[in-house]
């Protein structure tokens, strides 16, 4: 996510050449990728997780998905998320606000999240897309000018770990297939591996004495310039959430061998939904409907 603070200061050519180019609203493109996604997506019924699923697990795992409740609910085929950030462009930069909507799918990972702010007084949207195509990510000014647009081998296997980061701190029911594999470290930490497609990535959980999810820690997240050698994802604020205890907030950091780590995103998940039928899948119109909880 780092890349999409990257803007420059060229928005009064980006409003210029808005008036003579024309391209397809990442609003419509992100309605349409969930459109393609969901048609994609296996429609059999979820099976319901057991505790013979936990079983293979190592302990520390195991005792979390208890916590969190995944035992006796249906495993997860998709989820929706409606959260708040804050972002920054550098450790010394001053935070811009946005909401998200995001849409992911489990059998086919697909990953799609949308952003709405606004710098120098100029509207700004972005899409991040994580699909069987590759990943892609497009932060645009003034609805037509692409200011950032990263894609590539790289970037893919570095939004691998932002899937796994998702699937591991908003829908955990979902760890439980042939794609993720585990290996203990402590009593209070494990290592899962997440392969999928071409790509295969790790990242260590850690968890507190209350067995709850308290940080994500990747080495594996590296595919541009100001990537830094690590990335975690510390969370908190750990409640229930229709029956399963998960955090409410979280930051995204870099970590670095030479210099001090930088802390670029804060996120406060507003509203959580699983299994939401095709028909019900929301619309991008819909970002920020749930803003008002955020405070």
Same mark, same amino acid.
């Given at each position: 996510?780092?890349?999409?603070?990257?803007?420059?200061?060229?928005?009064?050519?980006?409003?210029?050449?808005?008036?003579?180019?024309?391209?397809?609203?990442?609003?419509?493109?992100?309605?349409?990728?969930?459109?393609?996604?969901?048609?994609?997506?296996?429609?059999?019924?979820?099976?319901?997780?057991?505790?013979?699923?936990?079983?293979?697990?190592?302990?520390?795992?195991?005792?979390?998905?208890?916590?969190?409740?995944?035992?006796?609910?249906?495993?997860?085929?998709?989820?929706?998320?409606?959260?708040?950030?804050?972002?920054?462009?550098?450790?010394?930069?001053?935070?811009?606000?946005?909401?998200?909507?995001?849409?992911?799918?489990?059998?086919?990972?697909?990953?799609?999240?949308?952003?709405?702010?606004?710098?120098?007084?100029?509207?700004?949207?972005?899409?991040?897309?994580?699909?069987?195509?590759?990943?892609?990510?497009?932060? &645009?000014?003034?609805?037509? *000018?692409?200011? !950032? @647009?990263?894609?590539?081998? #790289?970037?893919?296997? =570095?939004?691998?770990? $932002?899937?796994?980061?998702?699937?591991?701190?908003?829908?955990?029911?979902?760890?439980?297939?042939?794609?993720?594999?585990?290996?203990?470290?402590?009593?209070?930490?494990?290592?899962?591996?997440?392969?999928?497609?071409?790509?295969?990535?790790?990242?260590?959980?850690?968890?507190?004495?209350?067995?709850?999810?308290?940080?994500?820690?990747?080495?594996?997240?590296?595919?541009?310039?100001?990537?830094?050698?690590?990335?975690?994802?510390?969370?908190?604020?750990?409640?229930?959430?229709?029956?399963?205890?998960?955090?409410?907030?979280?930051?995204?950091?870099?970590?670095?061998?030479?210099?001090?780590?930088?802390?670029?995103?804060?996120?406060?998940?507003? &509203?959580?939904?699983?299994? *939401?039928?095709? !028909? @019900?899948?929301?619309?991008? #119109?819909?970002?920020? =409907?749930?803003?008002? $909880?955020?405070?």
């Amino acid at each position: 996510m780092s890349s999409l603070l990257r803007l420059r200061p060229r928005f009064a050519a980006a409003a210029m050449l808005a008036l003579t180019i024309g391209c397809t609203p990442l609003t419509d493109r992100f309605d349409e990728a969930v459109a393609t996604a969901a048609a994609s997506q296996p429609d059999t019924p979820p099976t319901v997780v057991t505790e013979a699923d936990l079983t293979p697990l190592p302990a520390p795992v195991g005792r979390w998905l208890r916590r969190v409740g995944v035992v006796g609910r249906p495993r997860v085929r998709n989820f929706v998320v409606d959260m708040h950030a804050q972002l920054n462009r550098g450790p010394d930069e001053p935070w811009m606000e946005t909401p998200v909507l995001q849409v992911s799918f489990v059998a086919n990972p697909t990953r799609l999240f949308l952003l709405r702010t606004r710098m120098k007084g100029l509207p700004v949207t972005g899409l991040h897309a994580y699909t069987d195509d590759g990943a892609r990510m497009q932060i &645009r000014v003034a609805g037509l *000018v692409d200011m !950032v @647009d990263e894609s590539g081998d #790289a970037f893919t296997r =570095a939004e691998t770990v $932002t899937m796994l980061n998702d699937v591991c701190i908003m829908a955990p029911g979902a760890l439980l297939d042939e794609r993720f594999t585990w290996r203990a470290l402590t009593d209070t930490s494990a290592v899962v591996t997440f392969t999928t497609g071409a790509h295969r990535v790790s990242a260590t959980l850690v968890f507190d004495a209350n067995d709850d999810l308290v940080d994500f820690a990747s080495d594996d997240r590296h595919a541009l310039p100001d990537d830094g050698e690590r990335w975690t994802t510390p969370l908190r604020g750990h409640r229930d959430v229709d029956g399963l205890r998960l955090p409410r907030e979280g930051d995204a950091i870099w970590h670095y061998a030479n210099k001090p780590a930088w802390r670029y995103g804060r996120f406060t998940i507003l &509203r959580l939904q699983y299994n *939401v039928p095709d !028909v @019900d899948l929301p619309r991008a #119109a819909a970002i920020g =409907a749930h803003e008002a $909880t955020a405070r």
